[in-house]
């Protein structure tokens, strides 16, 4: 009797252990922009349970938008604020690409981004020398510190906070680290464009394929010049070629990345940067660095970096639209 029992049951288990992975999908707002995430998994695991805990922790940290948000009264000059760890590590992450770009990836633009016109106040109605020296003196990562006890130092008051160019991609890997605790291993997240991955597609059994998109790619039909095959990575893209602001006055074009030495909003020869990298927020602000950098100063720091790599397409002297590949981010490219 006991056999009898015994096989069903062994039957049963082997039955459970093979069971396929199922594909799931989820689609929805955040960060004021859509996202769309794909997964497998080998259980009834609802991932849209936990998100909304995830979007309401990073933008409760560091989003400029939300009043109360922690940045929000950093900016505002409360400085008895102890800050958390999503806060902390977006600081670090910051710190590091600001140093390894020379200043020229740096999140105390603020006050630069809000004077053109980028930001969540109302432009300057005039920007001109003098007003630009005035700014300046409230940019420089190094006139900032985040100290022992948790708070945040400034040396001037004025100095404002603007994580944008790095936030999104680290709320997307929270978004991954939120997955990975939950024993997802196969997943794809796509936020405003900016990806990240892990494993690969099981359903076609190859790494998850994803395009870089044209600069004259239109939003309602968007195109894309090349495919590259991703593996546990994250690839962000930045370009000018869509946000920009005309002055209504005086008709000036500003582009809305910035440069913190100078402080000028004008363009660089990179037209976009598309940046895989071993994370999201690297990716992302990796790509806001070198669209300020120029095509020169990007590909010199480009073999310098580690993990970092890069499709930028920019204009020569001729103003003929050409694009530089690095070796890692060729090696990636689908044929």
Same mark, same amino acid.
């Given at each position: 009797?006991?056999?009898?029992?015994?096989?069903?049951?062994?039957?049963?288990?082997?039955? +459970?252990?093979?069971?396929?992975?199922?594909?799931?999908?989820?689609?929805?707002?955040?960060?004021?922009?859509?996202?769309?995430?794909?997964?497998?998994?080998?259980?009834?695991?609802?991932?849209?349970?936990?998100?909304?805990?995830?979007?309401?922790?990073?933008?409760?940290?560091?989003?400029?938008?939300?009043?109360?948000?922690?940045?929000?009264?950093?900016?505002?000059?409360?400085?008895?604020?102890?800050?958390?760890?999503?806060?902390?590590?977006?600081?670090?992450?910051?710190?590091?690409?600001?140093?390894?770009?020379?200043?020229?990836?740096?999140?105390?633009?603020?006050?630069?981004?809000?004077?053109?016109?980028?930001?969540?106040?109302?432009?300057?109605?005039?920007?001109?020398?003098?007003?630009?020296?005035?700014?300046?003196?409230?940019?420089?990562?190094?006139?900032?510190?985040?100290?022992?006890?948790?708070?945040?130092?400034?040396?001037?008051?004025?100095?404002?906070?603007?994580?944008?160019?790095?936030?999104?991609?680290?709320?997307?890997? +929270?978004?991954?680290?939120?997955?990975?605790?939950?024993?997802?291993?196969?997943?794809?997240?796509?936020?405003?464009?900016?990806?990240?991955?892990?494993?690969?597609?099981?359903?076609?059994?190859?790494?998850?394929?994803?395009?870089?998109?044209?600069?004259?790619?239109?939003?309602?039909?968007?195109?894309?010049?090349?495919?590259?095959?991703?593996?546990?990575?994250?690839?962000?893209?930045?370009?000018?070629?869509?946000?920009?602001?005309?002055?209504?006055?005086?008709?000036?074009?500003?582009?809305?990345?910035?440069?913190?030495?100078?402080?000028?909003?004008?363009?660089?020869?990179?037209?976009?940067?598309?940046?895989?990298?071993?994370? +999201?927020?690297?990716?992302?602000?990796?790509?806001?660095?070198?669209?300020?950098?120029?095509?020169?100063?990007?590909?010199?720091?480009?073999?310098?970096?580690?993990?970092?790599?890069?499709?930028?397409?920019?204009?020569?002297?001729?103003?003929?639209?050409?694009?530089?590949?690095?070796?890692?981010?060729?090696?990636?490219?689908?044929?």
């Amino acid at each position: 009797m006991k056999k009898i029992i015994v096989i069903p049951v062994l039957l049963l288990l082997i039955a +459970c252990g093979n069971k396929e992975p199922k594909q799931m999908q989820l689609q929805g707002e955040a960060f004021g922009t859509t996202y769309s995430i794909q997964y497998y998994s080998n259980d009834n695991f609802n991932a849209e349970r936990g998100l909304d805990s995830v979007f309401y922790a990073v933008n409760k940290s560091v989003s400029t938008y939300l009043p109360n948000s922690d940045i929000s009264k950093i900016n505002q000059g409360d400085s008895m604020i102890v800050v958390d760890a999503i806060f902390k590590e977006v600081f670090n992450i910051s710190e590091e690409v600001y140093k390894k770009t020379n200043g020229y990836f740096d999140p105390t633009v603020g006050v630069l981004r809000n004077a053109y016109g980028f930001g969540d106040v109302k432009p300057l109605q005039e920007i001109d020398s003098t007003s630009l020296d005035s700014l300046l003196n409230y940019v420089g990562f190094q006139k900032v510190k985040l100290k022992a006890d948790g708070t945040i130092s400034k040396k001037f008051q004025q100095i404002y906070f603007d994580f944008n160019a790095v936030a999104k991609g680290y709320g997307i890997d +929270c978004i991954g680290r939120y997955l990975d605790a939950n024993g997802i291993t196969n997943y794809l997240i796509e936020l405003g464009g900016e990806i990240l991955v892990k494993g690969k597609n099981l359903q076609k059994q190859q790494p998850w394929l994803v395009g870089v998109e044209a600069v004259d790619s239109e939003l309602a039909h968007r195109s894309f010049e090349a495919t590259v095959k991703l593996l546990n990575v994250g690839m962000a893209s930045s370009g000018n070629y869509r946000k920009y602001r005309i002055d209504s006055i005086t008709g000036q074009k500003y582009v809305h990345t910035l440069n913190p030495l100078t402080g000028s909003a004008e363009k660089s020869n990179v037209t976009s940067a598309t940046v895989i990298a071993s994370t +999201c927020a690297l990716a992302d602000a990796y790509a806001t660095s070198f669209m300020a950098l120029g095509l020169e100063k990007s590909t010199v720091l480009l073999a310098e970096l580690s993990g970092v790599e890069a499709y930028l397409t920019y204009v020569d002297s001729t103003e003929q639209p050409q694009v530089f590949i690095s070796d890692g981010f060729r090696r990636l490219l689908k044929k």
